[in-house]
């Protein structure tokens, strides 16, 4: 059994991150941190998970913490996680970040879009932690960025047709809408129910911070520049991410060659679900669960592609992939303790 750190373990992906290793046959979480709440059981913060453990939360104490795991989930806003993870590698444990702290190869880009990063020599040592297109480098690793949310829909759906030059890269539309979850568990007015309850807003529009992530993968996996628009919208539900992209075909499309450019890239893979012509995805069929789904459709007449992926933002957007790729830096089978089915309805 390897001893497992929740460092940020009462806010909503730490709340995941617990819920879905009390079922890990190798993961044995042994300390959870909360400013807010140390000193509290683990059931009196999440009611839902009582009588799993007796964990009980303790200050982020990282050189007290670090010589007591095997590894650590750092699950903290931006910036934090920079102060954990420096201090907790030192003694060479692997780590998944689950902010945008290790998610950038370029400071620069990082520091335009969060804050000037204060260890940027720890961003070489780092991998995007998106195991279906960066599955060997993770497993060399020992920093893993976990991807973000809306980057893993909408990078899941791009991947084959920009690897394969099959679209133009200077014209990709994201419109994506997710669950209120996604902007974690602390109270604001904008996150309030009756804010948001029975509307449906873009936000953020042109300036969203996942915008700049995405493009740097996209451009990394089409080996070319790649130019996004990206809107997203906040939907009055807990949990999940639809994303429609739209892009256009560089040569003809045949909605057959599409189809077999994703089967290609992913019959293989554990987590991805190609849906059958005519069906797109709905954030119900995935909701709880690691997948992500995807729905195709081609237009010969207008060259036009519609890529749909709908994921789950707290598990394959947030602590399943985490675990996933966690699975990888410690030798696990990839997918030990995260199949678990959709929660329906
Ligand atoms: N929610 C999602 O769907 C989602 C998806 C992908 C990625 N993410 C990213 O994952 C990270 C966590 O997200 P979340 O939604 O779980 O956030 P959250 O609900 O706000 O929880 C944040 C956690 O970090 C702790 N914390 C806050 N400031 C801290 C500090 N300075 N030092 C130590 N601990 C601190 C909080 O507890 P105390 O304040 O009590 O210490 C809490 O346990 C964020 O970077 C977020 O962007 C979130």
Redesign the pocket.
């Known amino acids: 059994m390897k001893k497992i750190a929740i460092?940020?373990?009462?806010?909503?992906?730490?709340?995941?991150l617990l819920r879905i290793l009390a079922g890990h046959p190798g993961m044995d979480v042994r300390v959870i941190?909360?400013?807010?709440?140390?000193g509290k059981p683990l059931g009196e913060v999440f009611p839902h998970l009582r009588g799993y453990n007796d964990l009980v939360?303790e200050a982020?104490d990282y050189p007290v913490i670090r010589g007591r795991v095997d590894a650590a989930f750092t699950?903290?806003?931006?910036?934090?996680?920079i102060?954990?993870v420096a201090e907790l590698v030192t003694s060479d444990i692997p780590i998944v970040d689950?902010?945008?702290?290790f998610r950038f190869t370029d400071a620069d880009v990082y520091a335009a879009h969060y804050a000037v990063h204060s260890h940027p020599h720890l961003l070489a040592k780092s991998v995007y932690g998106l195991p279906e297109v960066y599955r060997d480098a993770i497993r060399a690793s020992r920093i893993v960025g976990?991807?973000?949310?809306y980057p893993?829909g909408a990078i899941i759906g791009l991947y084959p047709l920009l690897s394969e030059t099959a679209v133009d890269p200077a014209h990709i539309i994201i419109d994506a809408k997710?669950g209120v979850?996604?902007?974690?568990?602390?109270p604001s007015l904008s996150t309030l129910y009756t804010e948001i309850s029975e509307g449906l807003h873009a936000y953020k529009v042109g300036s969203h911070r996942h915008a700049p992530e995405i493009e740097e993968r996209l451009s990394d996996i089409a080996r070319t520049r790649v130019g996004i628009t990206f809107t997203p919208h906040l939907i009055p539900m807990n949990r999940g991410i639809l994303s429609t992209i739209y892009t256009t075909a560089s040569r003809t499309a045949d909605p057959r060659k599409i189809r077999m450019i994703y089967s290609d890239y992913y019959e293989k893979e554990p987590f991805i679900r190609l849906l059958p012509d005519g069906v797109f995805p709905d954030t119900a069929w995935v909701r709880g669960s690691n997948f992500v789904d995807i729905g195709l459709f081609t237009d010969p007449d207008t060259r036009r592609i519609i890529v749909i992926t709908a994921i789950d933002?707290?598990v394959k957007?947030?602590a399943g992939q985490a675990i996933q790729n966690m699975n990888l830096l410690l030798d696990f089978e990839e997918t030990t303790g995260i199949t678990a089915p959709p929660i329906f309805p």
């Open positions: 460092i940020g373990a009462s806010g909503y992906t730490g709340g995941e941190t909360s400013r807010e709440h140390q939360f982020p699950a903290l806003p931006h910036q934090a996680s102060q954990a689950l902010s945008a702290d976990n991807p973000g949310c893993t997710s979850s996604g902007a974690g568990r602390g933002n707290l957007g947030a």
